[in-house]
């Protein structure tokens, strides 16, 4: 079973940057492509950003295009969430996800999630 562990949430104002991390054990990361999502209270949990087994393709939310940027280390079993020129809309609950082989946009679709950090933008 794969194990995620989000880390790097914190309380930011607009415009700022933050990096969050997934680490990721228990199965063979090659083997998952991964995904962020995150859900704003009151709000269905929505895709932000996903990347594929290798790291060759990424499909990012229009909201969030050109702001932020996914990237995967496989000698750590780390996926990172480069946040960047942050907004009080980015404030969310943010959820790692893996999904076996090929990614997607659906939260349905991931078999495994994490605990989920908090990312609060104060304007």
């Known amino acids: 079973q794969v194990q995620l562990v989000e880390s790097g949430g914190g309380l930011v104002q607009a415009g700022d940057s933050l990096r969050l991390s997934c680490a990721v054990s228990?199965?063979?990361?090659?083997?998952?492509?991964m995904g962020w999502f995150r859900q704003a209270p009151g709000k269905e949990r929505e895709f932000v950003v996903a990347?594929?087994?290798?790291?060759?393709?990424?499909i990012y939310a229009d909201s969030v295009k050109g702001r932020f940027t996914i990237s995967r280390d496989s000698a750590k079993n780390t996926v990172y969430l480069q946040m960047d020129s942050l907004k009080p809309e980015d404030t969310a609950v943010y959820y790692c996800?893996?999904?076996?082989?090929?990614?997607?946009?659906?939260?349905?679709?991931?078999?495994?999630w994490g605990q989920g950090t908090q990312v609060t933008v104060s304007s």
């Open positions: 990347i594929s087994r290798t790291g060759g393709g990424t």
């Open positions: 228990g199965r063979t990361f090659s083997n998952y492509a």
């Open positions: 996800a893996a999904k076996f082989l090929v990614s997607s946009i659906r939260p349905d679709d991931y078999g495994a």
